[in-house]
T-cell receptor, first 114, second 115 residues
Framework: GAGVSQSPSNKVTEKGKDVELRCDPI?????LYWYRQRLGQGLEFLIY??????PDKSGLPSDRFSAERTGESVSTLTIQRTQQEDSAVYLC???WGGGAETQYFGPGTRLLVL | AQSVTQLDSQVPVFEEAPVELRCNYS??????LFWYVQYPNQGLQLLLK??????LVESINGFEAEFNKSQTSFHLRKPSVHISDTAEYFC?????????????FGSGTQLTVLP
């Protein structure tokens, strides 16, 4: 079946503009995660959705970052008033649940803020 | 909170030589342990994971990792590497209890297999 998909694959924007990144998880996966990977660094957790529970937003770096998920389907990550330090690859992952379940990653969106 | 340390950012090794990629973690609770691999121009894929039971876990392509609780380590090994093993390898942990279900990743180790 289809894996996790993300769009766009690449995004170049100007400092101060808003961007919206999209993630389509694997069908049936109740858990969805957003991570950020800066150049030469490991992945940083941003936000976690599990079913209809309140999302875990503990990893969001500032109030410029927000994310939504409609039920157990598509999620969008929005970055308002982008800054140059927001440049990174944004990865989405989904799983059947949390903890021990394997997370399946999408190809990522490469964001460059000029 | 958990943290993961991968001390080696780059590991060059000749084809058919053995390799060990080191991973140490810190956590106040028991954890699940994972190795993910990212091949050039591809997404992250799970290589292997330790949840419980036998401390030695193996992948289908010849890698193995051993959970050592006393040393808080989960080193990845392969007795004989191939050119196709060239990739970036990430060690990660997650906590089985509570709401902290996200993975905490190390900074990654770039394995380059030389002919």
């Amino acid at each position: 079946g289809a894996g996790v998909s993300q769009s766009p694959s690449n995004k170049v924007t100007e400092k101060g503009k808003d961007v919206e990144l999209r993630c389509d998880p694997i069908s049936g996966h109740t858990a969805l995660y957003w991570y950020r990977q800066r150049l030469g660094q490991g992945l940083e957790f941003l936000i976690y959705f599990q079913g209809n529970s309140a999302p875990d937003k503990s990893g969001l770096p500032s109030d410029r970052f927000s994310a939504e998920r409609t039920g157990e389907s598509v999620s969008t990550l929005t970055i308002q008033r982008t800054q140059q330090e927001d440049s990174a690859v944004y990865l989405c992952a989904s799983s059947w649940g949390g903890g021990a379940e394997t997370q399946y990653f999408g190809p990522g969106t490469r964001l460059l803020v000029l | 909170a958990q943290s993961v340390t991968q001390l080696d950012s780059q590991v060059p090794v000749f084809e058919e030589a053995p390799v060990e990629l080191r991973c140490n973690y810190s956590s106040s609770v028991s954890v699940y342990l994972f190795w993910y691999v990212q091949y050039p121009n591809q997404g992250l894929q799970l290589l292997l994971k330790y949840l419980s039971g036998s401390t030695l876990v193996e992948s289908i392509n010849g890698f193995e990792a051993e959970f050592n609780k006393s040393q808080t380590s989960f080193h990845l090994r392969k007795p004989s590497v191939h050119i196709s093993d060239t990739a970036e390898y990430f060690c990660a942990v997650s906590a089985p209890e509570g709401s902290a279900r996200q993975l905490t990743f190390g900074s990654g180790t770039q394995l380059t297999v030389l002919p």
